[in-house]
C-alpha cells in the first residue's frame, strides 16, 4: 500500500500486519465508509443474529433522541453466548482467568452459557423482571462476567459499580438507580490483602432500601455478616438453579446497562446503553480495530467496572467469539513482572491497557519485561488518556519488541465503543488517536462552534451519531440534552480539548470540564470537593489536577477549615483518608493546602483556573471576575 508523505514522528505497518489485518483497503473504505455510514452499520449488523430485522438503521427524527436498528428485535447475550453453542465455539475458551495468589480457572462458551442461565434462573426466583435495576460491586472474578450477562439475558438494567469506591458513592448510586439486588462478593485481593467489598455492601445497603436481596460470591473466604433474610449465597443459590433459560426477546432499544461516570457536578451521570446500537458498535470496533482472529488470546487489563470492562471485557469479545484473558489483583504483585509472567505463561497476543500502567512499568525498568517471552504478542492498544510519547516509545519498544503497532483508541463512556482509533493497517504518530472510526465525523472547533484551522486548539465535537452512543441520562433527558447537544445544535460535545494537525490526525489535549483523570480513573472536582466538605473540619474545598508522573494527573485540595479547626500534618492526613472513605481510594488528594481565602468570583463561584495557574507559577489569564 502506498501512503502520502505524513509529516512527524511517523510509524509505519509492516507487510504482515497489513496483510493479516480484518481489513483490508482501508483508504476506499474511510472513503466508502464517510459517504455511505448508514450501509456500513446495516452490513455490520447483518453480521449478527437478530430475532427479527429492523425498519430502519437510524431514526433520526427526534433529535437528540436517536434509535438504531428501530423495531428490530434482539439479545445482546443471545450473540456473546446462544449463537455460539451450536457450532464448535460451544467447547472454546471464553476465558482464562488467574486470580492475584496465582490460582486459576478457564471457562468455555459452553460453561459460560449453562452458568450464565443458571444464575439468571437465581435472579428470576429473587423476583428480577425485564426493566428491574441490579446493582453489581465486584472486583475481576469470572462471576462478574456472569451477573451481567444474566441480567442482560432477562432484560434486567445492570449497574455496575467499580469495586474501589467507598459506601456513600456505593450507596448513592444504589438509591439513584433504585436497584432491588445488589450481586457482590465476601472479599476481593489485591496486593495480597482483602478488600472486604461484602462489608463495605453492607454498610451501603443500610442506607439504601430499594435492595430487596444481596446476592455473594465467596471467592476469599472471609468472616461476613449475615443476614439471612435478606443475603444470598451464590454457589447454594446456583446448586438448585436449572442450566436452561431462555433469553428475552428485546426490542433493539432497550436499555442493556447504566454505569455511573463523573461529570461538572457532585453528582454522577448514568449513562444508559441499549442492546442493539451497542451490540454493533463494541463488536465491530473491537473486530476492526484490535483485528480479533479465531487463534487470539485478548486481554484487556481494564476492571469490568468501568466502560472499557463492559465493552471489551465482557460484550465485545464474546459476540466475537473470542478468547479473552482475565487477571484478578494489582499489577505488580507480588514483584513488578508479574504482568509479563502472564503474557510469556498464557500466550497472549494482545494487550489493551492504560498509558497510567505503562509509566508505572516503565519506572520499573526494562528489566522485569526482558526476563519473560513476549514473542505472542502481535498488537498493543492503549486507552484512558493521551498517552505521552516518551511511554509509547518505551511500550513499542519494550513490550512490543517494535513489531506491535500501538491502537491508542480514543472514546469514553458516553460514547460506548472506541472513536477516534488507528486500525492495524494506519500509520501511526506517537501520542495521537490518529482517525475518526468508519462513519464518524470528528471536528475541533471554537467557542461559537466553527472549525478551528489545522493545529489550533478547539472543543472536541462529534457531528454524526453512531450505535453504540449513549441514549440518554437514566432518569434525566433534559440534563442529556442540554450537557451533550446543548453547546452546539447537532453536535456532541465530548467535553475534552484537542487539535487536528495538517495530516487529519486527532491529538487529544485533555478535560476541558471540571473531570479529573487520576490514573485514566474520571472522577469530578465536585465530587471530591463535596467529599471534602463532608468532613466537619471543612467549611469549603476547591480541588484542581495537577501533572503526575504516573497517575498523569494527581488531586492538589485546596481547604478553608471551619472556626475551632487548626491546621496540622494530622489534619491533612485524616482529610486525605476521609476522602478514600467517603468517595474512594483513587481520589485520594496528593496534597491537601489550608486557606485562609479561596479566589472567587463577585457572585461566589470559585475560580479553579485561578488556583492551577497560582499552583504551577503560571499567568493567571483574566481574573476581571475576581471579587478582590
Ligand atoms: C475520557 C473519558 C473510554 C475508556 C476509558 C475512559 C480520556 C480516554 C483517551 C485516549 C486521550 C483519552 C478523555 C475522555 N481519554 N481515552 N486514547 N487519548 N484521552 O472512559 O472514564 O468515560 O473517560 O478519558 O478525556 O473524555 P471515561
Redesign the pocket.
Known amino acids: 500500500m502506498s501512503h502520502h508523505e505524513l509529516h512527524g514522528e511517523v510509524y509505519y505497518p509492516s507487510e504482515q500486519v497489513v496483510q493479516n489485518a480484518n481489513v483490508q483497503n482501508i483508504d476506499e473504505l474511510y472513503q466508502w465508509a464517510y459517504e455511505h455510514p448508514l450501509e456500513f452499520w446495516e452490513q455490520r449488523a447483518k453480521e449478527y443474529e437478530w430475532y427479527s430485522k429492523w425498519d430502519k438503521v437510524l431514526d433520526d427524527s427526534n433529535k437528540p433522541f436517536f434509535k438504531w436498528f428501530t423495531n428490530a428485535q434482539v439479545n445482546i447475550v443471545h450473540n456473546a453466548l446462544d449463537r455460539h453453542q451450536d457450532t464448535e465455539r460451544k467447547n472454546k475458551i471464553a476465558y482464562y482467568w488467574e486470580g492475584e495468589p496465582g490460582d486459576s480457572r478457564e471457562i468455555t462458551y459452553g460453561e459460560l452459557y449453562g452458568e450464565v442461565n443458571q444464575f439468571a434462573n437465581v435472579l428470576k426466583s429473587l423476583g428480577v423482571v425485564k426493566g428491574d435495576r441490579v446493582t453489581i460491586y465486584m472486583g475481576r472474578i469470572p462471576e462478574i462476567v456472569v451477573a451481567m450477562l444474566a441480567c442482560a439475558k432477562l432484560g434486567a438494567i445492570h449497574s455496575v459499580v467499580f469495586g474501589g469506591f467507598s459506601v456513600p458513592a456505593l450507596a448513592g448510586r444504589i438509591d439513584d438507580s433504585q436497584s432491588k439486588v445488589l450481586i457482590t462478593q465476601d472479599g476481593n485481593w489485591l496486593n495480597g490483602k482483602v478488600i472486604e467489598l461484602k462489608k463495605i455492601a453492607d454498610e451501603a445497603v443500610a442506607q439504601s432500601p430499594s435492595i430487596e436481596h444481596v446476592v455473594v460470591v465467596k471467592r476469599v473466604g472471609n468472616n461476613v455478616n449475615w443476614n439471612a433474610a435478606r443475603d444470598v449465597w451464590y454457589h447454594e443459590a446456583m446448586e438448585t438453579a436449572s442450566a436452561e433459560c431462555e433469553t428475552e426477546k428485546l426490542d433493539a432499544e432497550t436499555p442493556l446497562y447504566i454505569l455511573y461516570?463523573?461529570g461538572s457536578t457532585g453528582k454522577p451521570k448514568a449513562i444508559l446503553h441499549t442492546h442493539g446500537g451497542y451490540m454493533v458498535g463494541t463488536a465491530t470496533t473491537l473486530k476492526y480495530v484490535f483485528d480479533i482472529q479465531e487463534n487470539d488470546r485478548w486481554w484487556c487489563a481494564?476492571d469490568p467496572g468501568?466502560?472499557?470492562g463492559h465493552s471489551y471485557i465482557v460484550y465485545a469479545p464474546l459476540i466475537l467469539g473470542a478468547t479473552s484473558f482475565m487477571y484478578e489483583g494489582a499489577p505488580m504483585f507480588p514483584a513488578p513482572d508479574r504482568w509479563w509472567s502472564l503474557i510469556d505463561k498464557y500466550k497472549l497476543t494482545i494487550l489493551y491497557t492504560?498509558p497510567t500502567a505503562i509509566r508505572a512499568f516503565m519506572r520499573q525498568g526494562e528489566a522485569h519485561p526482558a526476563k519473560h517471552d513476549l514473542s505472542s504478542l502481535r498488537l498493543l492498544g492503549?486507552?484512558?488518556?493521551?498517552?505521552n510519547p516518551e511511554a509509547w516509545r518505551w511500550y513499542f519498544k519494550h513490550i512490543g519488541h517494535e513489531k506491535c503497532p500501538i491502537m491508542?483508541?480514543?472514546?469514553?463512556?458516553?460514547?460506548g465503543a472506541f472513536m477516534?482509533t488507528p486500525v492495524p493497517a494506519l500509520p501511526l504518530k506517537p501520542g495521537s488517536?490518529t482517525k475518526p472510526f468508519f462513519t464518524y465525523e470528528a471536528d475541533v472547533v471554537n467557542e461559537v462552534g466553527e472549525s478551528v484551522a489545522a493545529n489550533e486548539e478547539g472543543y472536541l465535537v462529534l457531528k454524526r451519531p453512531w450505535p453504540s452512543m449513549l441514549r440518554t441520562l437514566y432518569g434525566d433527558d433534559e440534563r442529556y440534552e442540554r450537557l451533550y447537544w446543548g453547546k452546539y445544535p447537532g453536535m456532541y460535545l465530548?467535553?475534552?480539548s484537542a487539535r487536528r494537525d495538517e495530516d487529519g490526525y486527532f491529538w487529544?489535549i485533555?478535560?476541558v470540564d471540571d473531570?479529573l483523570?487520576v490514573s485514566?480513573?474520571?472522577l469530578g472536582t465536585a465530587e471530591v470537593e463535596s467529599a471534602l466538605v463532608s468532613n466537619a473540619a471543612v467549611a469549603e474545598a476547591a480541588v484542581i489536577g495537577l501533572p503526575h508522573e504516573i497517575k498523569g494527573q494527581g488531586i492538589h485540595a485546596f481547604v478553608l477549615l471551619r472556626a475551632g479547626y487548626q491546621e496540622s500534618e494530622q489534619l491533612e492526613k485524616d482529610l486525605v483518608q476521609h476522602v478514600a472513605n467517603v468517595l474512594s481510594p483513587i481520589a485520594k488528594p496528593e496534597k491537601i493546602y489550608f486557606m485562609a481565602k479561596l479566589p472567587k468570583t463577585r457572585s461566589g463561584k470559585i475560580m479553579r483556573r485561578v488556583l492551577k495557574a497560582r499552583a504551577q507559577g503560571l499567568p493567571e489569564g483574566d481574573t476581571s471576575t475576581l471579587e478582590e
Do not use: L, M
Open positions: 461516570t463523573s481494564a468501568w466502560v472499557t492504560a492503549s486507552v484512558g488518556e493521551p498517552i491508542d483508541t480514543w472514546w469514553q463512556t458516553e460514547t477516534i488517536g465530548a467535553g475534552d487529544i485533555g478535560r473531570v483523570n485514566g480513573h474520571r
